[in-house]
Structure formats: C-alpha cells, structure tokens
C-alpha cells in the first residue's frame, strides 16, 4: 500500500530558527514533492525531487531513496513561514500522488 | 498570466441536492484532478482526468462525478449531497513534469 507519513504533525519555533520537517514513505516512488498551504487556505507546490537536494531560498529539499525519506528544511525562520507543509509521493507505476497529513508549522516573532 | 480558479468558493447546499463545483484551468494541461481535504486526512483523490473525454476514479469517488468535455474545464458534480460531504474541495492541474498547480478551494457545507 502505497503511503506517505510526516512529522511532527505540529511543530512551533522562534523566529530565526532552523526547522526541519520529514517524510517517509512505504514503497519506491518517482517523485517526492513538497507542498505549502498558507493559513488562507491556498495551495502552493516548493519542490518536486526525485533524488539529492534542492534549494530556493531560504528553503531546501532532500530525499534519501534508500532510506525511503525526504526532509525539507527551513533556514532562519520568519513569522511568515507559518503554513502546513505537505509531503506527497508519486509512487512507481501510479502517477497519482499519496499526500501525508501534513506538518503545521509555526513561528513566533 | 495563467490561472486555475474553481467557483464557487463558498456553497451551503441541502442533503439530497445535486451540487457541481466549477474548475477551470489556462496553462492547457492535460492533467486535471479533483481532491477533498478533511481534518485528520491528507488530500484524497475523488477523480482525475488525463485528457478530454478521459476522466477516472480516485480513491474517494463514491457519490461524485466528473466529466471533460474540453481542455480547460473538469467540473465535479455531487449527484445526491450528503452530510459526509461536506469538505473542502481542490482542483489541480499539471503538465508532463507532475507538478501540480492547485485552485484556491471550495468550501462546501451540506446540511
């Protein structure tokens, strides 16, 4: 069965901090994105990987195939990366993605 | 600059009232999918669509149809809303990379 799982489910931190969010999944995928949903409620795509690491800005994104995880991390912090973060899987043979139940995150000023 | 909007972005309807939500798309993709999101889940896949006059059933599809007559448009129709539907609900779209660009949501509230 094809299943993605993050963690923490919630997760708060002062502003400036270094954050990191995982994700595991049960069987080999194509691809690992890396979605934003802002507190309005909007949807946003980060990353899609396959493989290594990406980067923007002040976020990056890495996957271990062998080890079935990926981490996104955040550096220094701000109040307005408060959002959920969700991890979704395009396992091998489905195109179609499996989303986690995603990570609240919250910075406090 | 190309969009993917859905209408509309509130609904109460009643139980037992057929319901469609509008999504349409202008990047031309070929790919179109409907989710809901509830607390406690990830988003679930309801249907998708991988071209005109495809469309297929996701992992929630019971009570919920859709049809592609064009490119742009993937509305998903509630045939006899009930209570376990109330939700929000995304349309996305995507290209042959898999990212998945979303709509802003509906939020949808049968009684």
């Known amino acids: 069965k094809n299943e993605v799982e993050q963690s923490p489910q919630n997760l708060t931190a002062q502003e400036g901090e270094f954050i990191t969010i995982n994700c595991s999944y049960s069987?080999?995928?194509?691809?690992l994105h890396w979605l934003q949903q802002h507190p309005g409620g909007g949807i946003v795509s980060l990353f899609m990987?396959?493989?290594g690491k990406k980067k923007h800005g002040r976020l990056i994104a890495t996957i271990n195939i062998q080890e079935k995880h990926s981490s996104l991390h955040i550096t220094a912090s701000h109040p307005r990366d408060s959002a959920v973060y969700i991890c979704a899987g395009a396992f091998l043979g489905n195109e179609k993605l499996t989303f986690g139940t995603g990570t609240r995150l919250t910075i406090i000023p | 600059d190309a969009e993917i909007t859905q209408s509309p972005r509130h609904k109460i309807t009643e139980t037992g009232r057929q319901v469609t939500l509008a999504c349409h798309q202008t990047?031309?993709?070929?790919?179109m999918f409907w989710y809901r999101q509830d607390l406690g889940h990830g988003l679930r896949l309801i249907h998708y669509?991988?071209?005109?006059?495809?469309?297929n059933k996701g992992e929630v599809s019971d009570g919920y149809s859709v049809s592609r007559s064009n490119t742009e448009d993937l509305p998903l129709t509630l045939e006899s809303a009930a209570s376990s539907q109330t939700s929000v609900y995304f349309c996305?779209?995507?290209?042959?990379?898999?990212?998945?660009?979303f709509g802003p949501g509906t939020r949808l509230t049968v009684l």
């Open positions: 069987v080999g995928i194509s691809a």
């Open positions: 990987l396959s493989s």
């Open positions: 669509s991988y071209g005109v006059q495809d469309t």
């Open positions: 996305a779209s995507s290209d042959n990379t898999d990212t998945q660009y």
């Open positions: 990047w031309n993709h070929n790919n």
